[in-house]
């Protein structure tokens, strides 16, 4: 299958490919031209830039390092369905719309040959092959489309950033949320990862117009529905992280709206809430959830520990995987066990645990991500007149960011066991990690040149 997958990747993908980028600038020149903001104009188009370019490099990785892959199956799932349809249109149809069927036919036999078992997977396939539709079986196309959409998330972040945030620079928010590193390039190609990150960004973005803002709300709410319901089907624990967050957020920003000072600050005891209120309400979606709801956790993360390790063996990926030790999966043994995952998603690996150049350089970001960390919240506490919790209580976003990283950050460092697939699974939460960091940052800063200006 490789052999195959490599052979496809002809001249063409790297012709076409560029006249895909050329058209998709023209387009995102004219859209950025018309922002009255020089500060949109440029990190639109810088982020845009560096997500276009992001495909090839992804792609490069995949062809020649990898040389196997997430990428290299749903790429060749998605030759076949597009084979079908030409050949079949009808049945075509049904293996892109259709669901598994129950009964032995023409349609099961094709869809089960297609895996089509695996629902989460399956649907990137679908995606791809409508998709496809538009870009002729040439990869980079599809990954291009994909990246598109990965990028049009984000930029509808960064929109509602500045708007809840109007005091943080513009550029350290472009930059945080448009070009963190990872971010840009394992939220590109043709990936799960690259449609539920831009798929929650969009959840998040129309979640405030819609429910906070109360802005054109059918709109929002029936476009963030739609896109949760794929976001929920590809990857459903993302929804366990955004549920608690954006409980918080909403009701922070109605307690704030009160003009109540000592009703606005916040409160421990409501995120504490946020979370239990969650988890009961999750617990009652355990077969919209599926293996990732509450009482499968155990299985799950067992699950996961012992495939990457398999993965390690057949593929001679030395000290890519790690352990959490031994957990107990009770309440308060997974609560112990949240820092560690914590510091396993967003520092490791460590200098010392590199064992090949991506790790080296997932290595290297996660130190910039701790410097910055450790410099961002120690100058936050260096006036006492703005702590943390005054600058957090006057700006929901930021609870909302920070507990959305946090719960995200437990998840995916508790089942990831592996670098290489940590580095990919906790993307969805680096923009918000990234909102905080600028936002008390620039807050501080601007904070500080206002008392000398006194």
Not at 86 to 110: I, N, R, W
Not at 114 to 135: E, G, P
Not at 353 to 359: D, I, P, T
Request: neutral net charge; charged residues 15%; hydrophobic residues 50%.
């Amino acid at each position: 299958m490789v052999k195959t997958y490599i052979q496809t990747v002809e001249l063409l993908d790297f012709i076409i490919g560029p006249v895909y980028v050329g058209i998709i600038l023209f387009i995102g020149l004219r859209i950025s031209s018309r922002f009255p903001d020089s500060d949109d104009r440029r990190m639109f188009n810088l982020g845009l830039l560096v997500k276009l370019i992001s495909p090839f490099a992804i792609g490069a990785i995949y062809w020649f390092y990898y040389q196997d892959g997430d990428t290299v199956y749903y790429y060749e799932r998605m030759l076949r369905i597009s084979s079908v349809l030409k050949s079949d249109f009808l049945l075509g149809l049904k293996l892109v719309f259709s669901a598994y069927p129950d009964e032995a036919g023409e349609t099961y036999f094709l869809m089960t040959s297609l895996r089509a078992y695996d629902t989460a997977s399956y649907m990137v396939v679908r995606i791809a092959a409508i998709a496809n539709i538009v870009c002729f079986g040439i990869y980079t196309n599809v990954a291009l489309i994909f990246s598109v959409f990965a990028f049009s998330g984000l930029w509808q972040l960064y929109r509602i950033a500045c708007v809840a945030i109007p005091k943080v620079s513009k550029t350290y928010l472009g930059v945080a949320i448009l070009l963190f590193p990872s971010v840009v390039f394992w939220g590109s190609g043709l990936l799960k990862d690259t449609l539920t990150l831009g798929g929650i960004t969009w959840v998040v973005a129309c979640f405030y117009r819609g429910v906070i803002l109360r802005e054109n709300r059918i709109r929002n709410i029936v476009v963030m529905l739609i896109i949760a319901y794929f976001v929920v089907i590809i990857k459903s624990y993302i929804l366990v992280a955004f549920v608690p967050a954006a409980f918080l957020w909403y009701t922070a920003e109605k307690r704030l709206s009160s003009s109540s000072a000592a009703s606005s600050s916040l409160n421990p005891v409501l995120a504490t809430g946020a979370i239990l209120i969650s988890l009961v309400l999750l617990s009652q979606l355990g077969n919209i959830l599926g293996r990732y709801s509450v009482e499968n956790l155990q299985y799950e993360a067992e699950a996961m520990q012992q495939w990457h390790h398999q993965v390690e063996e057949v593929y001679d990926y030395e000290g890519s995987s790690y352990s959490l030790g031994n957990t107990d999966f009770s309440t308060v043994g997974l609560i112990t066990k949240a820092p560690v995952a914590l510091i396993t998603t967003f520092f490791r690996p460590f200098p010392w645990e590199v064992s090949n150049l991506l790790m080296a350089l997932s290595s290297l970001e996660s130190l910039a991500l701790f410097s910055i960390g450790f410099l961002v919240f120690f100058q936050s506490n260096k006036n006492p007149e703005y702590t943390l919790s005054r600058i957090f209580k006057q700006h929901p976003i930021l609870q909302f960011s920070l507990l959305f990283s946090i719960i995200f950050g437990f998840a995916v460092g508790f089942t990831a066991y592996n670098f290489g697939a940590l580095v990919r699974y906790k993307i969805p939460c680096l923009p918000t990690v990234g909102i905080v960091l600028a936002g008390l940052y620039s807050l501080r800063t601007n904070k500080q040149e206002e008392a000398q200006t006194l």
